[in-house]
């Protein structure tokens, strides 16, 4: 496969090297991760480990019915661009798309395992293919095991696991830094070239695991900000009701001065203001309603026109009147309250 397209290949390695370069200057960079110059740089690696992906996939370097033995030495390292998009990826910035670039390097890094367990590069569990589920898992166990006490042996293997990787990941590397160099400078032999990129497809299939797992526990609080975000966009769009101006009701003008003068911008009114503004508009509870019978008020009325016209009559009743009270002091009939 590689033999009939050798004039592509030193081509295609090229881009590779050069895309791998920048993801190790990025990862080893000091700058800040929204640093412009490191975003730059990040872009740019993508732009060429991409083109080299197209590259191998227009090659047809690879097959789902081939063994790892099968393929040459200098295209197994062809197989690390998934992983290598992948960690490059979520070095990208951006907190509004956050949510698109772990889904992204997620499928990179899964794509790169599944070809990885095909090739049976090292022995390894396929994490699940989409974040949350467990692989083969069902509907129905899902709904089950929902409200399930968390399982506290599996948790207990799964930290065993990640220990066990994380000690393996660091072995790996530390021979691979012994045999970078003479690799890169191409003065290695075609062996130790072999398994130099085959040590490096067993590190990457490390830090895969690692990085899905920590994109899977991500992800549920992104998606989150992501609702909220959302909730609170259609808010905003709601047109905003007008707040209701409060008043305070004062007992006298020289409250509502005191009032006025330290709240501005609220209105104030005395009670005496408070009625007359009530009265005025009819909504007192006894207004209309006067508090002696008409007949009374008739009566009253008639007797004052009388006594200011000498009625002979009237005179004589109010003479009589006044003779009565000259003779009967106060109190006089009442012998209940007597000592």
Request: net charge negative; proline share 5%.
């Amino acid at each position: 496969m590689a033999a009939e397209s050798e004039s592509e290949l030193p081509k295609l390695s090229e881009v590779l090297e050069k895309g791998w370069r920048i993801l190790e200057e990025v990862e080893v960079s000091n700058e800040p991760v929204a640093a412009r110059a490191l975003q730059d740089k990040v872009k740019l690696g993508l732009g060429l480990l991409e083109e080299a992906t197209r590259m191998v996939a227009q090659l047809d370097l690879f097959s789902s019915n081939e063994d790892l033995d099968e393929l040459s030495s200098s295209d197994i390292r062809y197989l690390l661009l998934p992983a290598l998009l992948g960690a490059l990826t979520l070095k990208q910035s951006g907190l509004n798309q956050r949510l698109q670039h772990l889904e992204v390097a997620r499928s990179y890094f899964l794509d790169f395992l599944k070809r990885c367990h095909e090739y049976k590069v090292s022995s390894f569990n396929l994490p699940a293919e989409q974040a949350g589920t467990s692989q083969g898992e069902n509907e129905t166990t899902r709904n089950t095991c929902s409200a399930a006490p968390p399982n506290l042996t599996a948790m207990a293997v799964q930290r065993q696991a990640k220990i066990e990787r994380y000690k393996q990941r660091k072995e790996l590397e530390n021979i691979l830094s012994s045999m970078h160099e003479s690799v890169r400078s191409g003065t290695a032999e075609e062996e130790q070239v072999r398994e130099f990129y085959l040590l490096q497809l067993q590190r990457w299939v490390c830090t895969s695991l690692e990085e899905i797992e920590g994109i899977d526990q991500e992800l549920p609080m992104v998606k989150a900000r992501e609702m909220m975000k959302g909730v609170e966009i259609s808010q905003r769009s709601r047109p905003a009701r007008p707040p209701m101006k409060p008043f305070i009701l004062t007992r006298d003008a020289l409250q509502a001065k005191v009032f006025g003068a330290g709240y501005p911008s609220l209105p104030t009114m005395t009670v005496d203001d408070w009625y007359e503004q009530h009265r005025s508009k009819g909504v007192l509870p006894d207004q209309g309603v006067s508090s002696k019978p008409a007949d009374e008020e008739q009566e009253a009325a008639e007797r004052e026109r009388k006594e200011e016209e000498d009625d002979p009559e009237t005179l004589q009743k109010a003479r009589n009147w006044d003779d009565w009270r000259d003779t009967h002091p106060r109190g006089y009939g009442n012998r209940k309250n007597m000592g």
